[in-house]
């Protein structure tokens, strides 16, 4: 699959951080972006901003975790072309000891981040094969790859996200789709900046840059997994994580 994919972009946890930035620069690519929030304001006010800047895109709220919420966003999509692109962004981080935490903050954990990736992913590939073409991005983290204290929970998450992403690859890379996903280190997100002050100051001292890395870095390496200059990248994890991570 070597032609450049246009058509329609669905970016979920799209209304702020990194899911914001990748919406924005993928509409700058010329894709209409179908924007998802938990909440319709922050979708809404997500895709004025994208239009404002002359691109195109529409707004929808709901919960990626819930079948009906994502039968909407794909219904949304569907109607605006075929959906070529999926970023599985949508999710949160909680902080908290192993030994605090309850089954609730684990399931919930889960639901958001591995069974909204699932759901969402069911939603779109059946069209995506029909075409023969598409790419699938899955957003992990660096903590999926090495763990994070306090954050046994998120961690786990993010390394079943890793490893949907390999097995599904190999499914349906000869038919067209492609999946990848990224792992990006600590990001200057509202997400980040609810952790500690602690965590956040120790874990800036064990990066070989000194920094977190901001939203757009993170978007430019989901901008060229939707391109045709990614269309031997299947299967991969890409860490623009300043230097958390080396692979």
């Not at 994919?5 to 914001?20: D, F, H, M, R």
Request: hydrophobic share 50%.
């Amino acid at each position: 699959m070597g032609a450049e994919l246009k058509g329609v972009a669905i970016v979920t946890g799209a209304g702020s951080g990194i899911g914001l930035a990748v919406a924005q620069r993928l509409a700058r690519d010329g894709f209409t972006v179908v924007v998802n929030d938990l909440t319709a304001e922050r979708a809404e006010e997500a895709a004025v901003s994208i239009r404002a800047a002359g691109g195109q895109a529409e707004a929808v709220a709901g919960d990626i975790s819930r079948e009906a919420d994502v039968a909407a966003i794909a219904a949304l999509a569907d109607g605006l072309g075929p959906c070529t692109v999926l970023v599985n962004n949508a999710g949160y981080v909680h902080q908290a000891r192993f030994i605090d935490l309850t089954a609730h903050d684990f399931d919930r954990m889960v639901a958001v981040h591995v069974r909204g990736t699932f759901l969402c992913t069911k939603a779109v590939l059946p069209g995506m094969l029909a075409r023969g073409a598409g790419s699938i991005i899955n957003m992990a983290s660096q903590l999926g790859q090495i763990g994070g204290i306090e954050l046994v929970h998120y961690s786990a998450a993010k390394a079943a996200i890793i490893g949907m992403t390999k097995a599904l690859a190999r499914e349906v890379s000869a038919s067209g789709v492609r999946v990848n996903a990224v792992a990006p280190g600590p990001i200057n997100t509202p997400l980040v900046q609810a952790l500690s002050e602690d965590w956040r100051r120790a874990k800036a001292a064990e990066l070989p840059l000194g920094h977190f890395g901001e939203p757009e870095d993170v978007a430019g390496t989901v901008s060229f997994l939707a391109s045709a200059d990614a269309k031997i990248y299947v299967g991969q994890t890409l860490g623009p994580n300043s230097g958390d991570v080396m692979l």
